[in-house]
């Protein structure tokens, strides 16, 4: 095999979307926390320092509406936006002697991101698990098992802030 060197000709032949599409694959099937996180932006068109504002529109109350009789048109209560800082960028960074052919046998190329791709699920979820202590609402005792009343009352909290039912709240549903 070749060695690689920081010439340009060593890397000629490499395509990074063919490993950012498997790898991104790859993350998908890893990750579970980020699932229920709220991606309202094209993130790919913004930078790490950037701060996304993320709008949300407040609540409304349903009227009764009798027929031939006007609607009653309402302004939200409570909009807002809310702001989220991009402050953090993981990478796995790794050397493959021989490009042409990782790219060319696809178990060779699997192989890579599926052990280079875990590492960075695994920093992602536990960025998203550490913003846990911040939050404002909380439902039962961190450290203790969840009981059935615990879970009605998340549930309860949920659909009173009305946090939408998409992507399912369901631990298991998520992909």
């Known amino acids: 095999m070749a060695n690689i060197t920081k010439s340009m000709a060593d890397t000629a032949g490499f395509v990074p979307e063919i490993w950012?599409?498997?790898?991104?694959?790859?993350?998908?099937?890893?990750?579970?926390l980020a699932g229920v996180v709220a991606k309202d932006s094209?993130?790919?068109?913004?930078?790490?320092?950037d701060v996304l504002h993320i709008p949300y529109p407040g609540t409304f109350t349903a009227n009764d509406k009798a027929a031939d009789a006007t609607v009653t048109i309402q302004t939200p209560l409570g909009g807002t936006d809310v702001q989220v800082a991009l402050n953090k960028h993981k990478e796995v960074s790794f050397i493959?002697?021989?490009?042409?052919?990782?790219?060319?046998?696809?178990?060779?190329?699997?192989?890579?991101?599926s052990a280079a791709v875990p590492a960075i699920a695994e920093a992602i979820e536990g960025d998203l698990f550490a913003l846990y202590?911040?939050?404002?609402?909380?439902?039962?005792t961190s450290g203790?098992?969840?009981?059935?009343s615990t879970v009605r009352a998340a549930v309860k909290k949920l659909n009173d802030a009305k946090v939408p039912g998409t992507p399912p709240r369901v631990w298991g549903q998520l992909r």
């Open 96 to 113: 493959v002697e021989d490009t042409a052919r990782a790219q060319a046998n696809q178990d060779i190329l699997a192989r890579y991101i």
């Open 42 to 49: 094209d993130v790919a068109s913004f930078q790490m320092g």
């Open 144 to 148: 203790t098992d969840i009981s059935a």
């Open 20 to 32: 950012a599409n498997m790898a991104l694959e790859v993350l998908r099937s890893q990750i579970r």
């Open 133 to 140: 202590s911040g939050l404002s609402q909380s439902v039962g």
